[in-house]
Nanobody, 117 residues
């Protein structure tokens, strides 16, 4: 079993920055990909950014140039640096990991990000 612990959400004014962190723990697992999704009220959950163990990234067009994803493989931790935040970035942000081999996915509990105008 894998556990994910997220941190870093909060309330920020438009134009501000936040950094989200997600640390994975458990027994005998190897991570293929780590990433962040978000879900705003009344909307479907969407991919924000993903990074593989090899460092390849996939960033949503809506956040390109503003958000940066990175990971520390030794710590099984993924980060999302969010700059120039906009009110439309307001959502619950969920960490997700995909394991090597089985490609099983695990979700974090979610962290609220609120951007005021």
């Amino acid at each position: 079993q894998v556990q994910l612990v997220e941190s870093g959400g909060g309330l920020v004014q438009a134009g501000g920055s936040l950094r989200l962190s997600c640390a994975a723990s458990g027994n005998r697992f190897s991570i293929f990909a780590m990433g962040w999704h978000r879900q705003a009220p009344g909307k479907q959950r969407e991919l924000v950014a993903q990074i593989t163990s090899g460092g390849n990234t996939n960033i949503a067009d809506s956040v390109k140039g503003r958000f940066t994803i990175s990971r520390d493989n030794a710590k099984n931790t993924v980060y999302l640096q969010m700059n120039t935040l906009k009110p439309e970035d307001t959502a619950v942000y969920y960490c997700k990991i995909v394991l090597q081999g089985t490609l099983a996915g695990y979700w974090g509990q979610g962290t609220q990000v609120t951007v005021s105008s």
